[in-house]
């Protein structure tokens, strides 16, 4: 299981924010849970993630049978979004729902405690064939029910931009694996 790489306090309670590192060894082992958000800066890291669940659920050949990708309008669509979980997958391991930049965690989403509680209620009984993964900009670490919502059911990940030195390494494993050999010097440089 993935290490806790971060806490933070929410009336007494602490989210547990796991990092990209830990989220790729996860999805290495083959382990994916029912509910993912990820957010943070790095795009190119958080759609890797994405493609990892993916790969780790939907049959070759099924993607468009056993996925769902979009943009999703949050406005009154909960009952949309309960629809699309608990579809059964046709041919894959599970359904997977990806929903990018819903605006759900942040700032300026409904504030009202009724539509909250909705998606409290979605995240808890997220079926055993679904698996749904939120990827958002930033989230609002005061929108307290979801987050602690999202803990319980899920994990929320952080993928923040790599340091020099991490960049480093890994461009090193790519360029190893095709049997490219290269300076430090010119490495630091292409970094």
């Not at 997977?96 to 009984?125: C, D, M, Q, R, W």
């Amino acid at each position: 299981m993935a290490k806790e790489t971060g806490k933070v306090k929410t009336e007494g309670k602490s989210l547990s924010i796991k990092s990209y590192p830990d989220l790729a060894a996860e999805l290495k082992n083959g382990t994916v849970r029912g509910l993912y958000v990820l957010f943070g800066d790095e795009e190119y890291l958080i759609d890797r993630a994405v493609r990892a669940i993916e790969r780790n659920l939907i049959a070759p050949g099924c993607e468009d049978a056993d996925a769902y990708k979009g943009d999703f309008s949050l406005a009154g669509n909960t009952e949309s979004l309960t629809e699309m979980l608990r579809t059964p997958p046709f041919l894959s391991t599970r359904r997977l729902v990806v929903l990018k930049n819903t605006g759900l965690f942040g700032a300026k989403s409904p504030e009202s405690p009724e539509a909250a509680a909705k998606y409290v209620s979605i995240f808890s009984s997220i079926p055993d064939f679904s698996c749904l993964v939120f990827v958002e900009e930033k989230i609002d670490k005061r929108k307290k029910a979801l987050l602690e919502a999202v803990s319980a059911a899920g994990v929320l990940v952080q993928v923040e931009k790599q340091s020099s030195d991490a960049l480093c390494k890994w461009l090193a494993a790519q360029l190893g694996k095709r049997q490219i050999r290269i300076t430090g010097e010119a490495l630091s440089s292409l970094v």
